[in-house]
């Protein structure tokens, strides 16, 4: 079975600070794949970040970056110098080699104030 | 349109009355998922369409909930004898290929079963 764990359910920060979003997750799949989603006030779901299991290199993109550790079997998240537009819910997903179930965690609400 | 497109983005209705929703996915693309989102969780897989393979129904609750896609674009999610606890909202996504985990998700379909 699949699963994946938000501990965090809401962390507040003031604007310009750092923030870190943790995801663990479990599959007895040796191919699978992980991803951020973020959930803006809106709701509609946007894309952030696909990592293979195989690739364990850490990405960054703009302010945001990626933390992959399969020894830990974690995927965390992490906002540089944040802002209010990032407050939102962000989701950590899992797939495992049956494509097309995705497994979601439960969120993390994140909220930035000025 | 742009971007997967649902409807109606809001249904209110009563118990024991069926309902249907209806996605309307990015035109081309292969897959198309439906998950539910209830109050404060996360989000729940229903369904998975792949192209004319046989969908993936194993997220499906209980057997008053089907979904059909028709010529391999719009899909329709039906619940039939609502009740209570299937008050969620109901979302569809869809993706280019089976491989990519970029999903573009539509802005949902709101169900509150009185």
């Known amino acids: 079975a699949q699963k994946v764990t938000q501990a965090q359910t809401e962390i507040s920060v003031v604007e310009k600070e750092d923030v870190t979003l943790d995801c663990v997750y479990e599959t007895r799949d040796t191919t699978y794949y992980l991803f951020w989603y973020k959930q803006p006030p809106s709701g509609e779901l946007v894309f952030l970040i696909r990592r293979n299991s195989f690739d364990e290199q850490n990405e960054i993109s703009g302010r945001y970056s990626w933390n992959f550790q399969k020894s830990t079997s974690s995927f965390n998240f992490t906002i540089t110098a944040s802002q209010v537009v990032d407050s939102a819910v962000y989701f950590c997903a899992l797939s495992g080699a049956s494509w097309g179930k995705f497994q979601f965690g439960a969120g993390t609400q994140v909220v930035v104030t000025p | 349109g742009a971007g997967v497109s649902q409807s109606p983005s809001n249904k209110v209705t009563e118990k024991g009355k069926d309902v249907e929703l209806r996605c309307d996915p990015i035109s081309g693309h292969t897959a198309l998922y439906w998950y539910r989102q209830s109050l404060g969780q996360g989000l729940e897989f229903l369904i998975y369409?792949?192209?004319?393979?046989?969908?993936?129904k194993s997220g499906l609750p209980s057997d008053r909930f089907s979904a059909e896609r028709t010529g391999g674009s719009v899909s329709t999610l039906t619940i039939q004898r609502t009740q209570q606890e299937d008050s969620a909202v109901y979302l569809c996504?869809?993706?280019?290929?089976?491989?990519?985990?970029?999903?573009?998700f539509g802005e949902g379909s709101r169900l509150t079963v009185l």
């Open positions: 369409f792949q192209g004319n393979s046989a969908p993936d």
């Open positions: 996504a869809s993706s280019l290929r089976r491989d990519t985990g970029e999903l573009f």
